[in-house]
């Protein structure tokens, strides 16, 4: 089920997962510096905010990959499943649940909990730059 097709390039074939797999591991990587830095710039709020964010967006990365991959995938009837509209809205709603009951309790900051949640962002812009060294400077396209 989570097996997807090579896509092919002028380097040969290479596996779309090993684009996910490094869009995760930036995304962890983004949060772990992230909390890592702040207790030494911000009060403790801010980095509980950014670890609950980081948190959230990493269960709401591999929350919204299961759900793609089930939509894409076919059955051995040949059908696709249909989508169920209210799963999406109860990953935003666990989502915003989270974060609203953590303000409440006065536990994170909500900028920095924003933050957190925008890590996916890093990541993109991580692999945006690896794709830019390697067509840029080395030459060459890596996927």
Excluded: C
Excluded at 17 to 34: G, N, Q, Y
Excluded at 35 to 50: A, D, E, K, Y
Excluded at 113 to 133: C, I, W
Excluded at 135 to 141: F, L, N, P, T, Y
């Amino acid at each position: 089920m989570n097996k997807t097709v090579p896509s092919v390039f002028a380097g040969g074939a290479v596996r779309e997962d090993e684009l996910e797999k490094r869009i995760f591991r930036s995304m962890v990587l983004a949060v772990l510096t992230a909390v890592v830095v702040s207790p030494f710039v911000g009060p403790w709020r801010v980095t509980t905010g950014l670890l609950l964010g980081g948190l959230l967006s990493l269960v709401n990365y591999r929350w919204l990959h299961g759900t793609v991959a089930a939509i894409l995938h076919v059955d051995e009837a040949g059908q696709k499943p249909r989508p169920r509209i209210w799963k999406h809205a109860f990953r935003y709603l666990v989502i915003a649940g989270a974060v609203f009951v953590a303000y409440q309790l006065n536990l994170v900051s909500l900028p920095a909990t924003l933050a957190g949640l925008s890590s996916f962002v890093v990541a993109l812009f991580v692999e945006a730059f690896r794709q830019f060294y390697f067509a840029v400077i080395r030459r060459e396209e890596s996927f």
